[in-house]
């Protein structure tokens, strides 16, 4: 859905966004192709297909560690949302990258087997014990088997089916793939490579991502720390002129779901930060139209009173809100959801 939620198929900025995508990921294959071939001796260079199926897995993994920086990084700037918004996109394209990487793996190294090219890279090597014998292609299938549940999972019919916690629990395997991908490159590199160029490229994005995630959720705890108040049941937001127009600041009550405070001029509102869609978070969204409107995928709420706008029947908690001296605050307890909240108002400066 996009605003005023007019059905989504295609649009100019998604066209844009896709082709820069595409053009991204063949700059990264040529470049990789042309850096590996301008800096081999000529008698150790490999054939065309192996530099293609390194490429292409290079090229994956620098995908899913993209797809799994965009979270954290959008907590941190808004600058990153327009990401967010179409990250569905980019993990459709890692998936499919993905799949080129190992077909042709399978074809190249297998392909000539008496046994189907599958079973054969299972069984080829049984030596699961050793740490320098280790069949590593075995973790990136199972990294594939689970990007591939993801993709096809990744259509809003397969959400209304699951239902959104469902879903949103299997797209968290992401992370399961992620540690998957870290472990084939890292043991397939021990046995195969002199250097150490794949090993430290791989360890180093792994580690920055990691770093970039305990950063981001330790700035939002700290936040939700702030917010805990005595003031039965009122949580301390901040300073209203520190909450970017038409944008929102999360917060964490002692219990239930997390509250996200929006701002539209002087008017501060508040609703559940968890979209009845996907479970996506509104508070990382915008005001758009008047209204809240989801990051992921468009659906949006009147702040008013948490309504999605008719046709529609979707409806969120609002929060009462209050402002002391120019700071916002948030009462933890929800209003039922559709119901009517009036905003508070910032003073103006005199």
Known sequence: MAAGY????????????????????????????????ATTPEGQRLSEVQLLIRASGACAFALLTLILAIGPLARLSPR??????????LGVTCFLIASVHGGLTLLWYHGFSDLNPLISLLVSNPRYGSIQGFPFESLGLAAWFVLFAMAATSHDFWNAVLGPAVWKALHMAVY??????????????????KGLVY?????????????????????????????????????????????????????TPPQGEKIAVFRDGDAIFAVSNVCRHQGGPLGEGRLVDGCVTCPWHGFQYRPQDGRAPAPYTEKIATYRTRVEDGIVFVHETPMAPGAETPPSTLARPA
């Not at 066209?15 to 595409?22: Q, S, W």
């Not at 990153?80 to 996109?89: A, K, M, Q, S, T």
């Not at 430290?200 to 770093?211: F, H, K, N, R």
């Open 6 to 37: 007019r059905i989504v198929t295609w649009t100019p900025y998604k066209a844009l966004y896709d082709g820069a995508l595409a053009l991204g990921c063949t700059a990264f294959v040529g470049a990789f192709i042309g850096v590996a071939l």
């Open 199 to 251: 090993s430290l490229a791989v360890g180093a994005g792994a580690a920055a991502l990691a770093a970039l995630h305990i950063f981001a959720g330790g700035r939002e705890a700290r936040r939700d720390a702030d917010a805990a108040t005595p003031d039965a049941g009122w949580l301390r937001v901040g300073p209203g002129a520190d909450i970017p127009d038409a944008c929102a600041r999360i917060v």
């Open 176 to 193: 399961v793939a992620y540690a998957l991908i870290v472990g084939h490159v890292m043991l397939g590199a021990v046995q195969g490579e």
């Open 80 to 89: 990153f949302l327009p990401l967010l918004y179409n990250r569905r996109h």
